[in-house]
């Protein structure tokens, strides 16, 4: 194959193009083609995946494009070899390329707390998820925390939902201060 790509539309695919060579260099009828990927740096193991030719053949530029599905979201694949297969059997191997599929959103954070918590103030502290879920970058928190205000002699509830996205820094602490005076807040 020729002119090979690959390019992630996806968290979880890759769509893989080449170009067939020249009719007089295919050597017969090309009937299928594997695609071996080695996953970085979660799935170490070599997958090769078999495609037979389908439709999906562009006659006016000689290309292929076939997707791969089910890989693992913002993960590094080297696509090492892609090769043809006719009657005869299997034709030379193509250059390796590599590629990334797309980022999705992270797990949740783990080992939440509350701290320091005073009349006015209390601070949340977290974990980050770990590596092989976070999925992408993690480029900003959202802390979310609504305060319930009693009013004794009515025995009335108001709840007021408040969000601040915080930018990420080394910290996986977060205070809110300022709060209505001994209210329960969540």
């Given at each position: 194959?020729?002119n090979?790509?690959?390019?992630?539309?996806?968290?979880?695919?890759?769509?893989?193009?080449?170009?067939?060579p020249?009719?007089?260099t295919?050597?017969?009828?090309?009937?299928?083609?594997?695609?071996?990927?080695?996953?970085?740096?979660f799935?170490?193991?070599?997958?090769?995946?078999?495609?037979?030719?389908?439709?999906?053949?562009?006659?006016?530029?000689?290309?292929?494009?076939?997707?791969?599905?089910?890989?693992?979201?913002?993960?590094?694949?080297?696509?090492?070899?892609?090769?043809?297969?006719?009657?005869?059997?299997?034709?030379?191997?193509?250059?390796?390329?590599?590629?990334?599929?797309?980022?999705?959103?992270?797990?949740?954070?783990?080992?939440?707390?509350?701290?320091?918590?005073?009349?006015?103030?209390?601070?949340?502290?977290?974990?980050?998820?770990?590596?092989?879920?976070?999925?992408?970058?993690?480029?900003?928190?959202?802390?979310?925390?609504?305060?319930?205000?009693?009013?004794?002699?009515?025995?009335?509830?108001?709840?007021?939902?408040?969000?601040v996205?915080?930018?990420?820094?080394?910290?996986?602490?977060?205070?809110i201060?300022?709060l209505?005076?001994?209210?329960?807040?969540?």
């Amino acid at each position: 194959p020729q002119n090979v790509n690959a390019t992630s539309y996806t968290p979880t695919s890759i769509t893989v193009c080449f170009k067939f060579p020249e009719g007089s260099t295919q050597n017969g009828l090309i009937t299928s083609f594997n695609v071996t990927l080695d996953g970085y740096p979660f799935n170490t193991e070599s997958q090769t995946i078999s495609i037979p030719i389908t439709s999906t053949v562009y006659p006016l530029t000689g290309s292929m494009c076939s997707d791969v599905t089910n890989l693992e979201e913002y993960n590094e694949y080297n696509v090492s070899s892609i090769v043809l297969i006719n009657s005869a059997g299997v034709g030379p191997s193509s250059p390796s390329i590599k590629v990334q599929t797309l980022e999705t959103v992270p797990a949740l954070p783990t080992n939440l707390n509350s701290t320091n918590i005073t009349s006015t103030s209390f601070c949340v502290t977290f974990n980050p998820p770990i590596n092989i879920t976070q999925n992408g970058p993690i480029t900003s928190y959202t802390v979310t925390y609504q305060g319930e205000l009693f009013n004794t002699t009515e025995y009335n509830t108001t709840v007021s939902v408040n969000t601040v996205v915080y930018p990420l820094t080394e910290s996986s602490s977060v205070c809110i201060s300022d709060l209505e005076e001994y209210n329960n807040h969540n």
